[in-house]
């Protein structure tokens, strides 16, 4: 959950504002936003935290602090946040079903799904402004309308859009349940042994490379991520795969893959 508050009693404008979950595990500040921020080093966390623009409850902290369930972590800069207003967008959709409730779209692969650093234009959201005047947006999720789950970028696949608040609010609780099931297909190096399995490791952004999401074996970084895999084709060099996810985690796949000696094929 994000807002944009300007405090003008300390002249910072607030970027961020993140709400732990309440089964949060204790962890440090610098990890905990690492891992929810995106393109910032762990350098820059702890530099903004000496300047006072991190605060939690809304005190300031050390970089030491440790998060707690349901703090409130506030992120401020002296410059106000960019425009980001959503605007539709002429952009066609592949649209495979449709009804009064929902609409469940084909989207292709090199389409971002909503509008976030670096890709504020061009998105799905944007076409499903366009196409569809008013649909509504899940608590905590405001600015993408219609959105109850995503796809990568680069992943080609099906989207379920909610077309009312009913439907959103369905299917919300579908997959807060895991009720729904996702299944992808996907090619990597090499034939996995055993050739079905299940992937539960922690997954979140590289330390090295922010860009880059990894496995964190130990748990004590990152987010649960649970990955099924089976082998459907053996092709020698390579192996046709079905992954059906638990979680939905940002680069989950490509994560788990490559933590098990088989990363995506083109990688």
């Not at 899940?138 to 995503?150: A, Q």
Request: proline share 6%; with cysteine.
């Amino acid at each position: 959950m994000e807002e944009i508050i300007d405090d003008e009693d300390e002249g910072l404008f607030e970027h961020h504002r993140i709400v732990a979950d309440r089964g949060q595990a204790l962890l440090r500040i610098d990890k905990f936003l690492m891992d929810r921020l995106p393109n910032v080093t762990r350098t820059k966390i702890q530099e903004g935290i000496h300047l006072g623009f991190v605060k939690v409850n809304d005190h300031d902290i050390k970089p030491n602090y440790k998060v707690h369930p349901a703090d409130v972590v506030t992120v401020s800069f002296p410059e106000p946040p960019r425009d980001t207003e959503l605007k539709p967008e002429n952009i066609p959709l592949n649209i495979v079903f449709e009804d009064d409730h929902i609409v469940v779209v084909n989207k292709a692969a090199g389409m971002v799904v909503h509008p976030a650093y670096q890709n504020w234009t061009g998105t799905l959201v944007n076409a499903l402004m366009h196409h569809f005047k008013e649909l509504p947006h899940m608590p905590g999720n405001e600015g993408r309308p219609g959105l109850v789950h995503r796809i990568d970028k680069d992943t080609s696949g099906l989207l379920v859009i909610a077309k009312t608040e009913k439907a959103i609010t369905h299917l919300a609780k579908q997959f807060f349940d895991h009720s729904i099931e996702r299944t992808y297909q996907a090619i990597v190096w090499g034939i996995p042994s055993p050739e079905a399995g299940t992937i539960n490791v922690n997954v979140g952004r590289s330390l090295k490379d922010r860009r880059i999401t990894t496995a964190f074996p130990k748990a004590d970084f990152g987010r649960t991520a649970i990955t099924h895999y089976k082998v459907l084709k053996d092709y020698r060099y390579v192996s046709l795969i079905e992954c059906r996810l638990e979680t939905g985690r940002t680069h989950q796949i490509r994560a788990h893959m490559k933590y098990i000696g088989h990363t995506l094929f083109n990688e």
